[in-house]
């Protein structure tokens, strides 16, 4: 330091650097005294007491203290779990607000947990006045600048998005192609081989597992595993420095912004998934790392009966307190900061649900969505929820409000089963057309759904087709993890099998599922490495699994099933049909001659209420590309081709009859049986298409 110590200011939160120095700002209620810890490169502390407070932020400003200086709080007042104060100033505590924070929690260097060290539920009672500053990650002061070259925000329509879900660490940390020193980083991310895989498959957009710096369970250390996924952050404003490549005292953030340009340069919006709803803390015999010693009453939601323990509506211990506007204000800095200054396209928001929890129920009119609604900046950017938690009533598919899209479960679950003979062709209809039923009796649109077939969460594509059960052994719970009801089939053997057919008809299924998702209207999200045949080998829950198991196989790639990707998305892009911004509605609104769709029996009749009802696993659609209401940027009206889809879920093949009303010439544009797809020829009405068992065929009339 140079010169005196200055009141500083209390906005903005957290380490602001101004070129001469650094002022620093905490939010407690409850505190009665803060002191801001500096640590040297050898890890000795100097501790410094912030006197200043105004509206609960305890502020400073420290004269020549700049970009990679590391530091922490302590934060003294009442140590009472029974009223819900576990204040303890022997516990070194990372800053919410730090834009980047150098290391991961030791567990074995100091007692994280805030306690005496004992068992039972009444443990957390006796305080613990060791120092574990040895222990705990620091946040550090960072440079803000950047050189963006005029980079900004895609903005790219949902209609036009094509989601592909991934890992940072996964997608490159097996891939040859990709300088070693950089494989599973941001800069890995960024690399030419990643982005021309990402770009030549044609997705439009990145959806990236927590970014947010991560704090590994301690149990998982022990085990010799770590949080793969990562929804175990502790610091909202922090690149996880884990990802960088270039160092973590401030470089990581830097790195990750390069990435967001980089990507941007390649057309490539960039969409964090963020975990607001709990934090790396855990329940009331959790560590102390940051937010339970700053202001544990404030930053979460603690049982009104028993305020010594807390709500728990997502499965993890805790639940952040988004009803507290310190809490949502964090919430909402931190979504700004990263769109403002690190230019990210939008979030996805892990059990949502749990934000939108006033008291104990589920409100779509709650305070959360009131801001983000009124905020310039963030209701214009993608905003994805994942509509359910664990808490009663948690499940919220369809019930979230206007500028939201939400991951959508019920077309998974459905389109899982109609490809393995357990849905209806009428479920099916709804799904494949936008979820009408979820979304458009409040006015939303078919965009609103994300379309899914499967996830990091679950089986792979490839497990989809191979698997009937979990097979979770690594993850060293007895196989007890994870999801029973997986709606997956094997196609007649478990795991891996050298039978011919076997194997076909598993090629055959993944391909009915990339076309099914692909072509549905809404949007689809691809979870990354599905396009490689990627398996997990049947685990289902590989959270913890930062190996093999969940890294991409680069040397294993399905390129058949690749190929057929591209292709797939490829027509998706072309033809605006496919990417309708209105829901389908069965009738001629453009003078075409023909409705916007039309749902076909095998014979090439109309299906009417009754074939509904039947117990069918076989429908052809007919998509009028002349009818579709809407008009592009320069206010022109959007015309496209028309196409005709059979899908056959029946495990023998079905004759399928081109109705002549529907025009007179067809071509097979796309098939899952090669055979088919291969065929090429002009088909005529009336003639009869064999579509093979557990197959579907796209073709484009003209």
């Given at each position: 330091m140079n010169g005196a110590l200055r009141p500083g200011r209390p906005f903005p939160q957290g380490a602001s650097w101004d070129g001469d120095g650094t002022n620093f700002s905490l939010w407690s209620e409850g505190a009665e005294r803060v002191e801001l810890c500096l640590f040297d490169d050898d890890g000795a502390e100097q501790r410094i007491d912030v006197r200043d407070r105004t509206a609960f932020q305890w502020h400073i400003y420290l004269p020549g203290v700049g970009p990679g200086q590391c530091y922490g709080y302590r934060v003294h007042g009442p140590y009472a779990p029974e009223q819900g104060l576990r204040f303890n100033p022997a516990k070194l505590l990372i800053d919410p607000y730090a834009k980047a924070i150098d290391g991961s929690v030791d567990w074995r260097a100091a007692r994280t947990l805030p306690y005496q060290q004992g068992d039972g539920e009444d443990a957390d009672l006796e305080i613990d006045d060791s120092d574990d500053a040895p222990a705990i990650p620091k946040s550090v002061v960072v440079d803000p600048s950047f050189d963006w070259d005029g980079d900004r925000l895609l903005g790219r329509r949902y209609s036009s998005t094509v989601i592909y879900e991934t890992h940072v660490k996964g997608l490159t940390v097996c891939h040859p192609d990709v300088p070693e020193h950089v494989r599973g980083t941001y800069a890995g991310l960024a690399s030419e081989p990643a982005i021309r895989h990402l770009h030549d498959l044609g997705v439009t957009a990145v959806e990236l597992l927590p970014v947010h710096h991560i704090a590994d369970e301690s149990f998982l250390i022990y085990e010799g595993l770590s949080n793969y996924w990562g929804y175990s952050s502790i610091g909202y404003f922090a690149p996880h420095a884990g990802y960088s490549s270039s160092g973590t005292r401030g470089e990581q953030l830097g790195e990750f912004k390069q990435m967001v340009k980089t990507l941007h340069a390649a057309g490539i919006e960039v969409i964090l998934d963020v975990v607001f709803n709990h934090t790396a803390e855990g329940n009331h015999l959790g560590p102390m790392l940051s937010f339970k010693g700053i202001d544990n009453a404030g930053y979460y939601r603690l049982s009104p009966e028993d305020p010594r323990h807390y709500m728990d509506f997502t499965g993890t211990g805790n639940s952040l307190n988004s009803v507290n506007p310190a809490v949502l204000r964090l919430i909402m800095d931190s979504l700004r900061y990263f769109v403002l200054d690190c230019h990210v396209d939008g979030f996805r928001f892990d059990l949502a649900a749990t934000l939108a929890r006033e008291l104990y129920d589920v409100d779509r009119l709650s305070s959360f969505f009131d801001v983000i609604h009124q905020d310039p900046f963030l209701s214009g950017v993608k905003l994805i929820a994942e509509p359910w938690d664990v808490g009663p009533g948690g499940y919220q598919v369809g019930n979230f409000p206007i500028l939201w899209t939400e991951w959508n479960g019920e077309y998974r679950d459905t389109i899982r089963d109609f490809w393995r003979g357990k849905a209806s062709v009428a479920d099916f209809a709804q799904r494949f057309t936008g979820s009408a039923d979820l979304y458009a009796s409040d006015g939303r649109r078919p965009v609103a759904s994300i379309n899914f077939i499967t996830a990091h969460d679950g089986f792979t594509l490839a497990d989809l087709v191979s698997y009937n059960?979990?097979?979770?052994?690594?993850?060293?719970?007895?196989?007890?993890?994870?999801?029973?009801?997986?709606?997956?089939?094997?196609?007649?053997?478990?795991?891996?099998?050298?039978?011919?057919?076997?194997?076909?008809?598993r090629a055959r299924q993944q391909r009915n599922f990339l076309t099914t998702l692909l072509l549905s209207q809404g949007v689809p999200m691809l979870l990354g490495g599905d396009e490689l045949g990627r398996t997990q080998h049947g685990n289902n829950n590989a959270w913890c699994q930062d190996n093999e198991?969940?890294?991409?196989?680069?040397?294993?790639?399905?390129?058949?099933?690749?190929q057929f990707a591209r292709r797939v998305i490829r027509l998706r892009l072309s033809e605006p049909v496919f990417r309708r911004r209105e829901f389908l509605i069965g009738d001629e609104v453009r003078g075409s001659g023909l409705p916007d769709v039309m749902w076909l029996r095998p014979d090439g009749e109309t299906m009417d209420d009754e074939d509904w009802a039947h117990d069918a696993h076989a429908l052809g659609v007919f998509l009028n590309?002349?009818?579709?209401?809407?008009?592009?940027?320069?206010?022109?009206?959007?015309?496209?081709?028309?196409?005709?889809?059979?899908?056959?879920?029946?495990?023998?093949p079905i004759e399928f009859s081109i109705a002549p009303v529907l025009g007179c010439r067809w071509t097979v544009e796309i098939a899952t049986e090669p055979k088919l797809a291969g065929s090429g020829k002009p088909r005529r009405p009336r003639t009869r298409l064999r579509v093979p068992a557990r197959s579907s065929a796209v073709l484009r009339r003209g």
């Open positions: 059960d979990k097979h979770n052994e690594a993850n060293l719970e007895d196989n007890r993890d994870g999801a029973d009801n997986n709606r997956s089939w094997n196609c007649g053997a478990e795991g891996p099998t050298d039978d011919p057919e076997t194997l076909k008809l198991i969940s890294w991409y196989d680069w040397a294993s790639v399905d390129h058949e099933l690749l590309g002349q009818e579709i209401p809407t008009h592009d940027r320069d206010g022109n009206p959007i015309r496209g081709d028309s196409f005709l889809i059979f899908f056959n879920a029946h495990h023998e």
